[in-house]
């Protein structure tokens, strides 16, 4: 594994390019964090995708990443002539949840319109087919990302439900899509039952459904 991805995909070529046959997808690293602090402050990552104030350093962005809660993560990134033009992840849950992933990616605003986006999301596609053997693909998506939903549909996602307010921004609130992908359904290997005294009493959810909501990077 080569920073949490597997070695096949450490240097996959993209096809070219409008203005550049030099892009590359590989697994993120710490020094991208500077790439990745410009990508995270534009002001439509900050509107659409994060609804937060804006990150102070390249610092803050490595530590947000790796504080995400996922049993395996596969976070990928986009390069153009050696500089991050994209960061997409596949945040894997736990325990009764682990077939589940959450998905996030994003384009920086002046290398939108050029197919790097939908390759990006075929990467994690195939990531999480091929490697973390998932069943279930889930995603939060604004209603307003109108080019992001058209990307996801074309990929196969499906709306499966509308958060209403599901945001507080400074002009008011904003809806949000769950959207989902069933993939072919992995062999599952029987689970041993937990311990009488791990067990999570009265029968609810310690752990939140295929698809919540987790730190997101603007949509592609």
Request: charged residues 20%; positive net charge; contains cysteine.
């Amino acid at each position: 594994m080569l920073g949490g991805m597997p070695q096949a995909l450490s240097a996959i070529h993209l096809p070219p390019a409008r203005h550049s046959p030099k892009l590359a997808v590989r697994p993120r690293q710490p020094d991208d964090a500077g790439d990745l602090f410009v990508l995270f402050n534009e002001p439509d990552f900050l509107e659409t995708a994060l609804m937060r104030d804006p990150f102070a350093d390249a610092g803050e962005i490595n530590a947000w990443l790796d504080g995400v809660q996922a049993s395996r993560r596969f976070e990928l990134v986009v390069t153009r002539d050696g500089v991050c033009v994209a960061f997409g992840a596949l945040y894997v849950h736990a325990e009764h949840f682990d077939h589940c992933g959450t998905l996030t990616m994003g384009v920086r605003s002046g290398y939108r319109g050029q197919g790097i986006g939908a390759a990006l999301l075929r990467a994690l596609l195939a990531t999480a087919r091929r490697f973390a053997r998932l069943a279930k693909i889930g995603l939060t998506v604004l209603v307003e990302n109108a080019p992001a939903i058209r990307l996801y549909r074309r990929h196969g996602f499906a709306i499966e439900g509308l958060h209403r307010r599901f945001a507080r921004r400074a002009h008011g609130f904003c809806d949000a899509y769950s959207m989902a992908l069933l993939l072919d359904e992995p062999t599952l290997a029987p689970r041993a039952a937990a311990p009488e005294a791990d067990r999570n009493p009265g029968g609810q959810l310690s752990h939140g459904a295929c698809g919540t909501r987790i730190p997101q990077a603007p949509q592609g």
